[in-house]
Antibody, heavy 121, light 108 residues
């Protein structure tokens, strides 16, 4: 059975850097992209980016360019997402998610439980 | 285009059929996937690809596509189907992914 287990809730200050982890089990970590999704309070889902754990290739949503770093540790089957220069608008639930990507589609079958991040001075 | 557009809210009478749509230029090339999200929970994949349901998703959920519009149809809506529904797909470049803004489904 596939599991994605994320790190716990965080309260952090503006200007700092956030790091969330996502440990996977139940499948071969390097076989599928890991995606990160943001959901601000009362708002919709926003795709942040992905990492290919096999070769470390990343792609990010344009609005996050320069602030987000995604890494994958294949020795522990854990993905990480770092978001820097935090501001209040970054307060959100962050999800890791994985699934299958083909030439014609890309979908997320498995999700982490979400990590609530509060950015406040 | 780098957007997927959904109607913000839809309602359906218990037992009736409802269609939720997702519009975007990239849908002419790529399939949409659909997710159900209930308050306080992570999203759940309900439809992917041409019209596939993951294990455990009731067959009252189905998907279709025409031109730049993808649709999620619930045939015989149940009270437990009340939730937010999101579509997602690749953008027109194929390199990035998008979500629609979400549709709040109310079952009356």
């Amino acid at each position: 059975e596939v599991h994605l287990v994320q790190s716990g809730a965080e309260v952090t200050k503006p200007g700092t850097t956030l790091r969330i982890s996502c440990k996977v089990s139940g499948y071969t970590f390097t076989d599928y992209y890991m995606h990160w999704v943001q959901q601000a309070p009362g708002k919709g889902l926003e795709w942040m980016g992905l990492i290919d754990p096999d070769d470390g290739e990343t792609r990010h949503a344009e609005k996050l360019q320069g602030r987000v770093t995604m890494t994958a540790d294949t020795s522990t089957d854990t993905a990480y997402m770092e978001l820097s220069s935090l501001r209040s608008e970054d307060s959100a639930v962050y999800y890791c998610a994985t699934g299958f990507c083909s030439r014609t589609s890309c979908y997320f079958e498995y999700w982490g439980q979400g990590t609530l991040v509060t950015v406040s001075s | 285009s780098s957007e997927l557009t959904q109607e913000p809210a839809v309602s359906v009478a218990l037992g009736q059929t409802v269609r939720i749509t997702c519009q975007g230029d990239s849908l002419r090339i790529y399939y949409a996937a659909w997710y159900q999200q209930k308050p306080g929970q992570a999203p759940v994949l309900v439809i992917y690809g041409r019209n596939h349901r993951p294990s455990g998703i009731p067959d009252r959920f189905s998907g279709s596509s025409s031109g730049s519009t993808a649709s999620l149809t619930i045939t015989g809506a149940q009270a437990e189907d009340e939730a937010d529904y999101y579509c997602n797909s690749r953008d027109s470049s194929g390199n990035l992914l998008l979500f629609g803004g979400g549709t709040k489904l109310t079952v009356l």
